[in-house]
């Protein structure tokens, strides 16, 4: 019998919430199209040497989280940082770009590929965490990873996220913890035949799509009117 190939997407939205996940996959694929922000954000995450000649003036249309001038700091941070380590050239200068890897388990885009050692790279358009990556996308950094190694037959060590709004660009190792999150979130939508649990961090229901089917607004206004 041959195996249920699980979305990266999939499995960094199981990572989130469970349930939030279930929603998603009973989507049509139409709906779960990204909106042309997504693209215009990817986009800064291969023009990071212009971005750092260019003058602040032409940088204000830019789709930057910052400031210019502060976004500028921030890459020139995230660049130096980045060279000392010998990391910087093959982040600007990838062996290839937006691909789609098939992995034993799971499948989906990146949005590089780094060479010498093989490497997955996946862009955020969101904010990163105060340190290291959110655990959703740890998940599916992992999940790429697996699948990179999978196409090539070797194992790989290291994942990258960036966050180009932000100009910061960060890396993961795929520990054995990390590595046991993914395959508890690949269990999970595999497993998956009616809605799971809610989260019990109800702080993640806030900004979530689904929030009105998921009855959570309800139950929400009904405790604040002490039916609840
Ligand atoms: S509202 Fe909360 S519990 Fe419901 S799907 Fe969204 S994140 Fe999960």
Same mark, same amino acid.
Not at 222 to 228: A, E, K, T
């Given at each position: 019998m041959s195996r249920q190939l699980v979305a990266f997407s999939d499995l +960094?939205?199981? %990572?989130y919430c469970p349930r939030k996940c279930y929603y998603q996959r009973r989507q049509d694929q139409d709906d779960r199209e990204p909106p042309p922000?997504?693209?215009?954000?990817?986009? !800064?995450?291969?023009?990071?040497? /212009?971005l750092l000649e260019a003058d602040l003036e032409t940088l204000a249309e830019e789709p930057f989280a910052l400031e210019p001038a502060a976004y500028q700091r921030r890459l020139e941070t995230t660049r130096d940082r980045l060279q000392a380590d010998g990391q910087w050239e093959r982040l600007c200068d990838p062996e290839v770009r937006n691909t789609l890897l098939t992995g034993r388990d799971c499948r989906g885009i990146v949005h590089k590929v780094l060479a010498d050692p093989l490497e997955p790279v996946l862009v955020s358009t969101g904010k990163p965490p105060e340190q290291g990556v959110w655990e959703p996308q740890s998940v599916q950094a992992v999940a790429a990873a697996k699948a990179l190694g999978w196409e090539h037959e070797?194992?790989?060590e290291r994942a990258w996220l960036e966050y180009p709004a932000y100009g910061v660009i960060r890396s993961i190792t795929l520990t054995t913890r990390r590595k046991a999150r993914y395959r508890? %979130? !690949?269990?999970?939508v595999r497993?998956? /035949?009616? *809605? *799971? %649990?809610r989260t019990s961090n109800r702080s993640k229901c806030e900004h979530c799509e689904f929030a009105d089917e998921c009855g959570v607004r309800t139950r929400t206004? +009904?405790? !604040? !009117?002490?039916?609840?």
């Open positions: +960094r939205t199981a %990572a922000s997504v693209e215009s954000i990817r986009a !800064l995450s291969s023009r990071y040497a /212009d070797t194992p790989i508890r %979130a !690949l269990r999970t497993g998956m /035949d009616g *809605p *799971p %649990a206004l +009904r405790s !604040l !009117l002490g039916f609840g």
